[in-house]
């Protein structure tokens, strides 16, 4: 379960973004332009970052030999809320003098720290995730039920809506979803409408497969017997139905999450979803998408390196799961 | 068979026929069209876009607007690009062309390199290639689409042994044939690849998996005993036998690919439909993303379709239900 303890780090991670960051997302060092990444170095018994200064014209930065301050833990810098309510100004490394900055993944062409960008681009690439299979999974789960406990009518309009769904190229019905929506939204809204069109074409699968659990539990005996007892459709489908596809669909949404993770990615990417200057896993990059930068400045790529090892890590946590699910074998 | 054949092409029609009208709903939903733009040039008169308006039935609601577009459909005709200026079927078909392409290299490269690549992986179980194989195929399950596009965009541009985006080159119009041939080649490999190598590791696992599904049943067992060959055991009785449900994600691995040749072709500038579809998305030319969804609506329809008649063909069973 080593994808898990990644899965915990990260989102703990991303839960102290603004402390585990060494600056602001929105911080710009006008005085340093695709700065390459800074590695510390081991100096008697301080980690120092060495001062770098620029070449002549273009961004080319040359680090200055012993011209070094020492990182410290616990510095004070550019000021945070944590989890959104608290306001602090304590990070947890840097050196706390703006001319020895500690850019541990370089900066990006608006001289952005690329790490902290990365760090609170986590919180909202990663909460996307979890929030959309909530949302799609429990509704896709409810049709599920309904349309197979009730069959007839209801089942058949159910599954030909399913079907249509399904039968588009998820990023051309995403596109087309996205069209509805108005221009010049806020973050907050941008965030919240990513989640209803990636939930909105998630529940379709969903429901198919719980469609068919239902058509084969509803002929069990406890159901039967829950009938009997005189309780409702509804409560027959929440309280009994459904908890026995649990272990199916835990499984389903772990290995599901990467998909709303990467729609994320794209929407913003493609310039539709999450805008500057708040950062996401996505739109931070849409720069790397310039060949110039990308061939001088590769670490522009550091978001991708991000989504590669959270869904290798959902990828590793849903095959544990599944085998540990599978009373087969 | 072929009345097999015959209700699941008769099943494609009311789906497209709901997959435009969807679509065409959602376009209708949204806030302001190509006009709202070039309402606001003072040069262009109210009367003249009023006018305009009129004629592409934009004052219309949607549901008319809907049967305007059908009925001109059904004579071939996809309606006129109001960012292109050029009639949309010309323009579609185009990039219609090059997402087949695209996608049906990629197909040929992912299945290609797969299934031999699985199967050597389920005969060889347990050795380092089979080891190997699973490390290559996890890792590629998890490599998103955007950043093995944005890699390859860096190989080309730093070894310049691909061109970076686009069909064909510059000159393409003053080539001879075989050089114009060449020239659209070495513009599709690069993405080609790119796409490719998301579907490979799916459909790899799953070959692997399936094979070894089959290489534990007793008639195999059965054939050893009766002292057949290794090689006629695996390629004539469990193959066989394997490759069935193998068929049946066909089907969905183009779902991937067409998802997939959407981001490919935005990245690395492929004029295909997923690239026309964004350009009329931001143009807010609602009638071509119509045509566009609808189109790679159709793709992946038939697409699904050659799967059941793959599937139909190795599988007896299915062609008498």
């Not at chain 1, 490394?93 to 062409?109: A, I, K, M, R, S």
């Not at chain 1, 400045?297 to 550091?302: E, N, S, V």
């Not at chain 2, 080539?175 to 513009?187: L, S």
Request: aromatic share 14%; net charge positive.
């Amino acid at each position: 379960m080593l994808g898990g303890e990644i899965l915990i780090l990260l989102y703990l991670v991303a839960l102290f973004a603004g402390f585990v960051a060494p600056y602001g997302y929105e911080r710009q060092d006008r005085d340093r332009f695709f700065h390459p990444p800074t590695w510390p170095r081991l100096s008697g018994l301080h980690l120092v970052v060495p001062r770098y200064e620029p070449g002549n014209g273009s961004f080319v930065y040359h680090a200055v030999t012993g011209d070094s301050k020492p990182i410290h833990f616990f510095v004070r810098g550019d000021k945070y809320k944590l989890f959104g309510l608290i306001t602090a100004t304590v990070h947890l490394f840097g050196t706390g003098d703006e001319n020895y900055p500690v850019y541990l993944l370089g900066t990006d062409q608006f001289g952005r720290d690329v790490l902290s960008r990365l760090l609170y681009g986590s919180q909202i690439s990663l909460s996307i995730g979890v929030i959309g299979i909530l949302l799609s999974f429990t509704f896709g789960m409810m049709i599920g039920g309904i349309s197979g406990y009730f069959s007839g009518w209801t089942d058949t309009v159910i599954m030909r809506l399913c079907e249509l769904i399904m039968s588009i190229p998820a990023l051309y019905l995403i596109i087309s979803l996205r069209a509805t929506f108005p221009p010049g939204m806020s973050s907050a809204q941008v965030y919240a409408m990513i989640i209803i069109i990636l939930s909105f074409i998630g529940w379709a699968s969903m429901a198919r497969v719980i469609r068919g659990m239902t058509l084969s539990l509803r002929e069990q005996q406890f159901v039967l017997a829950a009938r009997a007892l005189g309780q409702t459709h509804l409560k027959v489908i929440v309280r009994h139905i459904l908890p026995n596809t649990f272990s199916y669909v835990i499984v389903a949404a772990t290995l599901s999450v990467p998909y709303y993770i990467l729609g994320e990615v794209v929407l913003s990417f493609l310039g539709v979803g999450i805008q500057e200057p708040s950062a996401s896993w996505g739109n931070m990059l849409t720069a790397a998408q310039n060949t110039e930068y990308l061939r001088n400045y590769p670490w522009l790529l550091a978001p991708g390196a991000a989504i590669f090892i959270t869904v290798l890590a959902f990828n590793f946590l849903g095959d544990g799961l599944r085998d540990a699910a599978d009373t087969k074998s | 068979m072929w009345s097999f054949l015959f209700k699941r092409l008769l099943h494609m029609i009311p789906l497209l026929l709901g997959v435009s009208l969807l679509t065409f709903l959602l376009m209708s939903l949204a806030p302001g069209d190509y006009f709202t733009t070039l309402s606001q040039n003072p040069q262009i008169s109210p009367e003249t876009i009023a006018h305009l308006k009129a004629r592409f039935h934009l004052d219309q609601p949607w549901y008319v607007q809907y049967c305007y577009w059908f009925k001109s459909v059904l004579q071939g005709d996809f309606g006129y690009s109001m960012a292109y200026k050029i009639p949309a079927t010309s323009l579609i078909i185009g990039r219609l062309w090059n997402t087949f392409l695209l996608s049906f290299l990629a197909l040929i490269i992912a299945w290609g390199i797969a299934l031999p690549l699985g199967i050597w992986a389920a005969v060889r179980k347990d050795s380092w290639i089979d080891r190997g194989c699973s490390l290559f195929a996890f890792v590629g399950l998890s490599v998103p689409d955007v950043l093995l596009s944005l890699l390859a965009l860096w190989f080309a541009a730093s070894t310049g042994w691909f061109p970076v985006g686009g069909a064909q080159g510059a000159l393409y119009d003053f080539m001879p044939p075989a050089q114009q041939f060449w020239d659209r080649t070495h513009h599709l490999i690069l993405p080609a690849i790119v796409l490719a190598a998301s579907d490979l590791a799916g459909i790899m696992r799953r070959m692997r998996s399936c094979l070894l599904d089959t290489l534990r049943a007793e008639y195999v067992t059965a054939a050893r005993a009766r002292g057949l060959g290794e090689g006629l055991v695996i390629y004539k009785h469990a193959l066989r036998n394997a490759i069935n449900p193998i068929l049946t994600i066909f089907g969905y691995s183009l779902a991937g690919l067409l998802s997939g040749a959407f981001i490919v072709e935005n990245i690395m500038a492929w004029p295909g439909l997923g690239r026309l579809t964004m350009e009329a998305f931001f143009a807010k030319d609602s009638y071509l993303v119509v045509d566009c969804v609808v189109m790679a609506t159709g793709l992946l329809v038939i697409g699904n379709f050659i799967a059941d008649l793959l599937l139909a063909w190795s599988d007896p069973r299915i062609r008498l239900k």
